[in-house]
């Protein structure tokens, strides 16, 4: 009988060191998430950008798999249940890589077609003024009638 | 026949009846599937969203929209503040919700009624702070079909950026308010001592399942939002 109490009491602390474990690594990771987040805000190369946000992404992923993991606990279940599950979710992979490629194109062909379409990514709006919220509206509308140019290039 | 079940015991005992092959609770198993069908439609909204956004020639700059803080003094920006603190809250949330499964494994009552209720707090922090963003973004005047926000190069946007976060933090924000009502019936079973009549708190860990799903998302959420 003792024998099983000290069993349950050895379980007991494993298991609260791994949520203390789990813990840290989610704050850890949301921290430098937060501090690439800080750093981005002024960066002007658009190659480093591209990496903090790959990196930022990476982060994402792991936090994701240790909540999975150990605060949902699917790690400590059975292969089979595990997998009904996981590989289901294996259609991300597709899903984000086919979608994200179409969008791109579809820029790519409208840049290309579209030439009100890519006028207007042209036209800058005047910067608003800090705190004059209501003028900054104004202007994002007016901005929205700018007719579609007179004799817009034709494509053969 | 038997030549199968001798060359892998494990699986015979797994799959030979009497027992759950999942070693799991039906209900255990099936919240797991309810989780997966709301990641596709997660996944959906938020890949429709990047779709959108490869789409487009210009974007708003998060730093530039989500900049406020309350209490702070007119014309004091503070991007990404407010949202590591909403981060933070759904975490610690989420780790006291661990500790009242953990409790509830060990029949620890007491440990169950304390964590829930750290658990319920750190929801309605989350759903206050929601709250006050998205009522300070709409006196900016950022509202579904409304976005005062310019592009980041200074060009004209369009509604696409607002409608997607009111869309998506929305139906995040509606998985926390269900969450904690969920939560809030787990305490009121608790204190009335139903778990401990059945002899097991499997309640509380389904519960469990469906709050760390809704941290889940929010880390999704929150990157893909504010940092990307």
């Known amino acids: 009988m003792s024998h099983t109490h000290t069993d349950q009491e050895a379980h007991n602390k494993e298991a609260m060191a791994e949520i203390k474990k789990v813990t840290i690594i989610l704050s850890v990771f949301t921290i430098i998430e937060l501090i690439l987040g800080f750093w981005m805000i002024g960066m002007t190369s658009v190659g480093l950008k591209l990496a903090v946000k790959g990196t930022i992404v990476i982060l994402m992923m792991a936090k994701a798999f240790y909540i999975v993991a150990y605060f949902m606990h699917l790690k400590h279940e059975v292969k089979n249940l595990i997998m009904t599950i996981v590989v289901p979710l294996m259609l991300f992979v597709w899903f984000i890589a086919a979608f994200l490629w179409d969008g791109n194109s579809f820029r790519n062909l409208r840049n290309n077609y579209d030439p009100y379409f890519k006028e207007q990514a042209t036209i800058k709006v005047e910067k608003k003024e800090e705190g004059e919220h209501g003028a900054t509206k104004h202007k994002a509308t007016e901005v929205k009638e700018i007719p579609a140019p007179s004799a817009p290039v034709e494509k053969h | 026949m038997s030549t199968t079940t001798t060359a892998s015991p494990n699986e015979a005992k797994l799959w030979g009846g009497g027992k759950s092959p999942f070693n799991s609770e039906y209900g255990k198993v099936m919240m797991w599937y309810f989780l997966m069908s709301d990641a596709f439609t997660f996944g959906a909204f938020l890949i429709s969203y990047g779709t959108v956004r490869f789409s487009t020639n210009g974007w708003p700059n998060s730093n530039e929209v989500f900049r406020s803080f309350p209490f702070a003094p007119e014309g004091v920006h503070a991007p990404l503040v407010f949202v590591s603190i909403m981060t933070f ?140």
Not at chain 2, 91 to 107: D, E, Q
Not at chain 2, 168 to 181: A, R
Not at chain 2, 199 to 219: C, N, R, S, T
């Open chain 2, 89 to 228: 809250i759904l975490i610690i949330s989420s780790v006291t919700m661990v500790l009242a499964v953990h409790a509830g494994k060990n029949m620890d009552k007491s440990g169950v009624v304390r964590n829930m209720i750290w658990t319920i707090i750190g929801g309605l922090a989350f759903l206050s702070c929601q709250a006050w963003e998205w009522n300070h973004l709409h006196s900016e005047g950022a509202w579904w079909g409304m976005n005062p926000f310019l592009n980041a190069d200074g060009t004209a946007s369009s509604t696409n950026f607002t409608n997607f976060f009111f869309t998506i933090t929305g139906f995040h924000g509606f998985h926390v308010f269900s969450g904690v009502v969920i939560n809030i019936i787990m305490l009121i079973m608790t204190l009335l001592n139903k778990f401990e009549q059945r002899g097991h708190y499997l309640m509380i860990e389904k519960a469990g399942l469906y709050w760390h799903f809704v941290d889940l998302v929010w880390v999704f959420v929150f990157t893909i939002f504010y940092l990307l």
